[in-house]
C-alpha cells in the first residue's frame, strides 16, 4: 500500500486539471460526467459535429403508420367517410383531441393544455432554457371535408419527432408540437381561434366574453363543456410573450394544384396574403312574386346579387393576380321561390398579400354597396369588417433551412406564397415563422375529395425533420 502513495498526487492532479478544462469549456454541465468523457475518450453526450449529416444517412419516416394514424383520426367525425367534419368542442373534437394527446405521450413528448385547448407537445432539448423550436397546425375541420387540412402538420410533426429519436439525434433548443384550436371558423365565425389569443388578442379576448354560436349556445359555455376554460372568463393566459419560440414552421398541404401540375416535391412559403373578412346586409321590401311589378320593386336579393359582381370586378381592377375575393356567403330572407326576398346578407372574403391594394379594394366595395343603396331603392343596414389582418412574412433564416433540407434530401422545390391563411399568419406575431408545402390531389381541399399520397407526405415530414433539427442547433 506504501508504494501507491506517490502516485495519488498526481492522479488527482490530472483529475482536477482535466475538471477544471472541461468546466470552462461547458461550465453548464455535470463535472463528473465531463471528466468521464476526457478520459474514455467517449462523448457521452453528442455533439453538435456528431449529428449534422444524420439526415442523409440515417432518418426514417415509418409511412404506414402515418398514414394508419390520418386514417384514424378521420373516423372522428360527424359525417360518414370519405368527409369529415369536426367542429371546435364537439364530442369528436373532444375525443380527437385525446387521441392527439395520447401519440404525443407515446412519443415521449411532455403534454399541457392551455384555456381554450391549444395543445403543447415538448421533447426537451439538452439546452433547454433557449426558446423552442415549434410546429404544429389544427385538427378541426369544416362540414364534409377532407382528411389531410391541418392534420398532415399535427401527426406528421410527430412522426418527425419520432424519426429524430430513431436516427439519434438530440436537439440543443427543446423542439414543441403545437396542435391549434379552432383554426376554421366554422362554429364561432373566427378563424384561427387558438392561434389569435396566442398572438395576444386583447381583443378577442373581450369579443370572446360574449360570442355565440348558430344555436345561441356562448363561447365560455362550450369551452367548459369540453374542460377548457374552467373557471376562467379573461382568456389573456393564453397570450404567448414575443420571442417565446426561436421559429415556428407548420408544414401543410399545399391547398391549390401549382406543386401537382408542375411535378415539385416542396413548397417553401415566403409570404402568407392577408386576409380581410366583410358582412354586409341589405333590406329591401318583400312581397307576392306575381302581384308587385318589376318598376315597383326594392329587392334586398338583387341588391346582394349586385354587390357579388362588384366584388368580382374590384378585385379584377386591382392590377395583380394576387388579389382575390370571394362572396362565401349569400342568404336571402323569406328564403321562399313566391316570395320577394326583404333582406340580404352576404359574407366577403378579400386577400392579397399587399395589405393597402387589398384595403382599397374593401374602399370600393363599400362605396359600391352605397351606390346600390340609392340606386335600388333598399338600407344598407350592414357593413362590417369582422377582420383585416396584415400579411405575413417568412423568416430568411427559416426559408433557408428549408431550402436546404430540401436540397440535402435531393427534393425539387419552389419559393411560393400562401393564399389560404393559416395559423402562420398569426405565429409569425410570437416568432420568426416559415411554412413547408406539399401537392395535393388536383389542389382539391375542404371537401372529401382531399388527398396527398404517401410519397409526398414522407417527403414533407423529411423535409420538416431537417429543418427543425438545423434550427434546433442554432
Known amino acids: 500500500m506504501a508504494q501507491r502513495f506517490p502516485r495519488l498526487p498526481f492522479l488527482v492532479l490530472c483529475l482536477c486539471s482535466s475538471a477544471s478544462i472541461i468546466g470552462i469549456a461547458h461550465q453548464h454541465e455535470d463535472s463528473t460526467t465531463q471528466t468521464m468523457e476526457d478520459f474514455s475518450g467517449y462523448p457521452i453526450h453528442e455533439h453538435h459535429s456528431v449529428i449534422q449529416n444524420f439526415a442523409s444517412s440515417s432518418l426514417s419516416v415509418d409511412t404506414e403508420s402515418l398514414q394508419n394514424q390520418i386514417d384514424e383520426l378521420a373516423t372522428f367525425s360527424d359525417t360518414p367517410a370519405p368527409s369529415v367534419t369536426r367542429i371546435l368542442y364537439t364530442e369528436k373534437d373532444v375525443l380527437a383531441r385525446r387521441y392527439i394527446k395520447n401519440l404525443m405521450g407515446i412519443s415521449g413528448l411532455s403534454v399541457r393544455e392551455d384555456a381554450v385547448g391549444n395543445i403543447f407537445g415538448r421533447w426537451d432539448g439538452y439546452e433547454p432554457n433557449l426558446p423552442a423550436v415549434a410546429t404544429g397546425s389544427h385538427i378541426d375541420a369544416i ?101 417565446s419560440y426561436s421559429a415556428f414552421v407548420e408544414l401543410h398541404i399545399e391547398q391549390g394544384p401549382i406543386l401537382e401540375e408542375e411535378g415539385i416535391s416542396i413548397g417553401i412559403v415566403t409570404a402568407i396574403a392577408a386576409p380581410a373578412s366583410i358582412k354586409v346586409e341589405f333590406e329591401g321590401n318583400g312581397g307576392h312574386a306575381g302581384a308587385v311589378l318589376m318598376p315597383n320593386r326594392n329587392d334586398a336579393g338583387l341588391a346582394a346579387a349586385e354587390l357579388a359582381l362588384a366584388v368580382e370586378k374590384h378585385v379584377l381592377e386591382s392590377g395583380s393576380i394576387d388579389t382575390v375575393g370571394t362572396v362565401g356567403i349569400l342568404e336571402l330572407h323569406p328564403g321562399a321561390i313566391n316570395s320577394i326576398p326583404s333582406k340580404s346578407h352576404l359574407e366577403i372574403d378579400t386577400r392579397d398579400i399587399d395589405e393597402q391594394r387589398r384595403n382599397n379594394v374593401i374602399e370600393k366595395i363599400y362605396q359600391s354597396a352605397i351606390k346600390i343603396e340609392k340606386d335600388r331603392g333598399v338600407r344598407l343596414s350592414e357593413f362590417k369588417i369582422v377582420n383585416q389582418d396584415p400579411p405575413a412574412l417568412s423568416d430568411k433564416s427559416i426559408t433557408e433551412a428549408m431550402e436546404a433540407a430540401s436540397k440535402e434530401l435531393n427534393l425539387p422545390h419552389k419559393l411560393m406564397i400562401s393564399r389560404a391563411y393559416h395559423d402562420s399568419l398569426f405565429m409569425a406575431r410570437v416568432s420568426p415563422m416559415g411554412m413547408i408545402f406539399i401537392p395535393c390531389y388536383k389542389g382539391y381541399s375542404h371537401k372529401p375529395e382531399e388527398y396527398a399520397s404517401h410519397q409526398d407526405i414522407t417527403n414533407g415530414v423529411k423535409v420538416l425533420a431537417v429543418t427543425l433539427a438545423k434550427l434546433s442547433l442554432n
Not at 182 to 196: A, M, N, V, W, Y
Not at 221 to 243: E, I, N, P, T
Request: glycine share 10%; aromatic share 8%.
Open 143 to 243: 362540414p364534409y371535408s377532407g382528411k389531410y387540412d391541418g392534420v398532415v402538420g399535427v401527426l406528421g410533426a410527430i412522426e418527425a419527432i419520432n424519426s429524430l429519436r430513431r436516427s439519434g439525434f438530440k436537439p440543443r433548443r427543446s423542439l414543441e408540437i403545437i396542435l391549434f384550436t379552432s383554426e376554421e371558423p366554422t362554429r364561432f365565425g373566427i378563424s384561427c381561434l387558438g392561434s389569435r389569443l396566442l398572438a395576444g388578442s386583447k381583443v378577442l379576448v373581450k369579443a370572446l366574453q360574449t360570442t355565440v354560436d348558430g344555436q345561441n349556445r356562448s363561447f365560455l359555455d362550450a369551452a367548459r363543456a369540453a374542460g377548457y376554460a374552467k373557471d376562467q372568463d379573461d382568456l389573456s393566459s393564453v397570450f404567448l410573450r414575443k420571442g
